[in-house]
C-alpha cells in the first residue's frame, strides 16, 4: 500500500526510531516500497557562527549522513531500496518540506509514551500529524 516511507531519525535518540524503522520494512517489504531514513539538524543563531570553524555546517552534515549510513547499514532489508538526507533548520517543518519533495507516502515517527509534559503526542509528532499531506503512523516506543 506505501510506498515511499520517510522515517525521520533523532540521532539524538535512536533508540525510539527502532520500532519505527522495524515497521517501516514490514510495511515497505509487503508493497516493495522504498525508505528514506531524513536527520534534521539544527542551525546555529548567526551570532554564534564567528566561534565555530568555518566548516563547521560540512563537517555536521558528514557526521549525520555518515550516521544515517550506520543505521541503514544495520536493516534487514535491500540496500538499494533505501536513501538518506540530511537537512538544516527546524525539525517538524524540514521532515514536512523532505515528505513533500521527495513524495512520500507515508511519515513513520517513533514517539514516547505521552507524559504530562507533552500531554498526549510530543510535539514534533503532533506537528506532522497535523500538517503532513500523506499518512502518518505514530509508533510508540
Ligand atoms: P516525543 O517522543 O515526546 O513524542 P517528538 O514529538 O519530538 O517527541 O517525536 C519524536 C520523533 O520526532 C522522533 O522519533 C523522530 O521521528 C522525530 N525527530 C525528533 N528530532 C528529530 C531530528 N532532529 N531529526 C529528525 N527527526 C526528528
Known amino acids: 500500500m506505501f510506498k515511499k516511507i520517510l522515517i525521520p531519525i533523532d540521532l539524538t535518540e535512536v533508540s525510539i526510531s527502532k520500532p519505527a524503522l522495524d515497521a517501516s520494512m514490514e510495511l515497505a517489504l509487503q508493497s516493495k516500497g522504498v525508505l528514506r531514513l531524513v536527520t534534521v539538524e539544527t542551525l546555529l543563531p548567526a551570532s554564534f557562527m564567528e566561534y565555530v570553524p568555518p566548516e563547521f555546517d560540512k563537517s555536521q552534515e558528514e557526521r549525520a549522513g555518515h550516521a544515517l549510513e550506520q543505521i541503514s547499514a544495520g536493516l534487514v ?47 514534533n509528532a503532533k506537528t506532522i500529524v497535523r500538517h503532513a499531506k500523506c499518512s502518518v503512523l505514530v509508533i510508540r516506543a
Open 77 to 123: 532489508f535491500p540496500r538499494d531500496n533505501i536513501s538518506h538526507t540530511v537537512r538544516f533548520g527546524g525539525i517538524y517543518v524540514e521532515i514536512l518540506a523532505e515528505a513533500d519533495e521527495w513524495g512520500a507516502d507515508l511519515i513513520v515517527i517513533g514517539s514516547h509514551r505521552p507524559s504530562m509534559a507533552t500531554y498526549l503526542i510530543g510535539s
